[in-house]
């Protein structure tokens, strides 16, 4: 195996649920030596049953250390653990880790040069500091419920944690940056990502349309909420999606499938109009594409240069055979549940690849090794068992 980017690095895990783990599954697959720490409980219901999907998908890469914060020596243990370490990685309530003595300002003296990430649902301070984040909860006060799904329809929920995956996302960003920042100033910083600020964050051009137009954006539907005709058209099977926005595109796009009317009507003459006129200009496209199968119709506009695509169900996408010319997913050998396939990342580098080298850890699986390399010797190990400090 090529040797790993991130394999120096040493990342302390005492995230749970999703936006902390989806942090550092970004780095553990870059090659980061992880330990997870969970307490002598262990760490599922949230995050799903530990041997179901959504746990193994989001933990593999790691060693397991179960370590109870709540006794003193479990602290103690943590502290000798952050003097070795280059990241902590951290989702509680922003309170909790003042409480546990587990904060950055805490943990600094013991390592200047440790890199600290927090991710928390609404930052760590301020009006909304203390309050418990959930991703449907950023999706709602982040605006996005209120453009998704159909006009009228009420607010929708996204079919995806989007709020959690991108805080954890950006604060994957964030630790790396402050690591490369850490090798011209030798110091470590904290790194704090939240929910709310990520969503809105997503939120990108449809936010731009209120904070520089000064317009308030609303439910598309299937739609795209300003360039069209781009979103789901009927076919003789099923529906496909056609994006064929921009005058040259759509020009293109009435040619091939023989309808010089549209491309002439006034009523759909420049980008703006076509918007306006949507439910004119679906109406008349789908009239058409009903003709055919959606097969059919994606050859004929691949061929003329026409973006569309089908519309898969989750195992037709893995299905497909330039998903699998990707290779997005790898398979990784578990001691309890045998073969597993993963999702993996979405980037390459022509050199040095990520990679899923073992499967999500039972609980506690490494607690001796961990302990082992800070110097506690075998019956050291079993005291803390007996008293459950681990």
């Not at 895990?13 to 936006?19: I, K, M, N, P, T």
């Not at 039972?362 to 607690?367: L, R």
Request: proline residues 6%.
């Amino acid at each position: 195996m090529k040797a790993t980017p991130l394999a120096r690095f040493k990342v302390l895990d005492l995230s749970r649920v999703r936006a902390g783990p989806t942090c550092v599954r970004m780095l553990s697959d870059w090659g980061a030596d992880v330990i997870k720490i969970e307490s002598p409980e262990g760490d599922s219901g949230m995050g799903g049953e530990r041997h179901g999907p959504d746990f193994q998908n989001l933990q593999r890469n790691k060693r397991s250390l179960q370590l109870n914060l709540k006794a003193p020596e479990g602290v103690t243990i943590l502290k000798k653990l952050v003097a070795g370490a280059d990241v902590l990685v951290e989702n509680f309530r922003p309170d909790v880790k003042f409480r546990l003595g587990i904060d950055y300002e805490s943990l600094k003296p013991i390592n200047p040069r440790l890199v600290y990430g927090s991710i928390s649902g609404f930052g760590q301070d301020g009006p909304y500091g203390d309050r418990p984040g959930f991703d449907q909860i950023a999706q709602g006060m982040g605006g996005l419920m209120s453009i998704t799904g159909l006009p009228g329809q009420g607010p929708v929920r996204v079919g995806i944690p989007v709020a959690d995956l991108t805080a954890g996302i950006f604060c994957a960003m964030g630790i790396l940056v402050a690591l490369l920042e850490r090798e011209v100033s030798g110091e470590g910083q904290w790194v704090q990502s939240n929910l709310l600020a990520a969503q809105i964050a997503m939120l990108d051009f449809q936010a731009a349309r209120w904070t520089i137009g000064h317009e308030v954006p609303g439910q598309a539907g299937n739609d795209h909420p300003t360039s069209m005709p781009t979103g789901v058209y009927v076919t003789a099977d099923g529906h496909f999606n056609i994006g064929a926005s921009g005058d040259a595109i759509y020009a293109r796009f009435c040619k091939v499938i023989d309808a010089p009317q549209l491309a002439t009507d006034p009523r759909f003459a420049t980008n703006a109009d076509r918007s306006s006129n949507r439910r004119d200009l679906n109406e008349a496209i789908n009239a058409i594409t009903r003709t055919k199968t959606s097969a059919e119709w994606i050859e004929i506009l691949n061929e003329a240069g026409v973006p569309c695509g089908p519309i898969y169900s989750i195992d037709q996408v893995f299905a497909d055979p330039q998903v699998r010319h990707l290779n997005i997913t790898r398979h990784v050998a578990h001691k309890v549940l045998g073969d597993v396939e993963v999702i993996g990342q979405a980037v390459e580098l022509s050199r040095t690849p990520w990679g899923v080298h073992s499967p999500t850890p039972e609980p506690g699986e490494h607690s001796d090794e961990v302990l082992r390399d800070l110097g506690y010797g075998a019956a050291d190990v079993a005291d803390l068992r007996a008293r459950k400090v681990i």
